[in-house]
């Protein structure tokens, strides 16, 4: 999000923009290999951007996940490449460049680490990451990510619904809303010497938002360990809400009563809501969110793709906003 350096209106970065030349080469590669053509140098480029459900690009441990019984996390839309998902990334603890994560994300150290629920609950404790990677049986989901900076990608994430980690600790009946806390220190995280947020990141779910089956805790994705860059060891995917919902490396969840402070809302309360669903109807006060880009179909003429109330996922999740004032409570 580079509104902090470029007040005023939203234009792509150069990053986001395909040079014609590196455009028109990707035109000649492809002409050659729907002839066939497809000569070695070329197989490490054709091969990531086929990489796809099934195929693990064999760069971390594995962490396969078994197909989801779970209504709507499965789309049939194609994944996008790895090497896109895993070097186009917002992880400000790590720079605010969209390279950055990938670049400086070696540093986080994901071993040990732990979990602390904590706040209205029967069972508070703290989660060492293997037990949370034993607490419940791994699933593939399929979700559009659509960030509120009008991009989105398709992932296969690797986890399980959060609710599985909220029945187990037993929330009491004052848990209204659930906080998730990130990890914030100096030593692993240069992006900390930047006061473009107030760390630790930290974003909140009311709880029946928390206990939706899509609402997913991942470990993973395309069939391996998370990379740093997203969010390592352990982070949120909420596939209908903008991707800043989507808090990476949690250390601490939290039960609380009361609407829980949220990183995004604490910067930039006019822009950023606390409900933050997708809606193509409510514009960003600097920019409309009728449209969106898709990573990896963005040669110069590639077309904009409509954007959908809640991300697509209305059927699933809209009878959770009946009655509610989207435009109000954004
Ligand atoms: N989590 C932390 N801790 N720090 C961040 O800066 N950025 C958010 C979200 N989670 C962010 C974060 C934003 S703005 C988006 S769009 C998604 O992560 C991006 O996830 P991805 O890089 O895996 O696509």
Redesign the pocket.
Known sequence: ?HFFKDRGFAHPLPSEVTPPAVYAQRRALLRQWAAGGVGTALAGWAGRDALAQGSRPGKLAPLPGARSAVAGATTMEKPTAYAD?TT??????FGTDKAD?AKNAGSLKTRPWTVVVEGEVRKPGTYDIESLLKLAPMEERIYR?R??EGWS?V?PWVGYSVSELIKRVEPTGNARFVQFV?LADRAQMPGLRSSV?QWP?VEGLRMDEAMHPLSLLSFGLYGEVLPN???APV?LVVPWK???K????IVKIRFVDKQPKTSWEEAAPSEYGFYSNVNPGVDHPRWSQATERRIGEDGLFAKKRPTLMFNGYEAQVGQLYAGMDLKKLF
């Open positions: 999000m998902v186009y990334n917002n992880f400000y603890e994560p990510l960030c509120v990608m992932v990130t947020l990141y860059q997203n969010g982070r903008y991707g800043f989507s808090g990476k490396s």
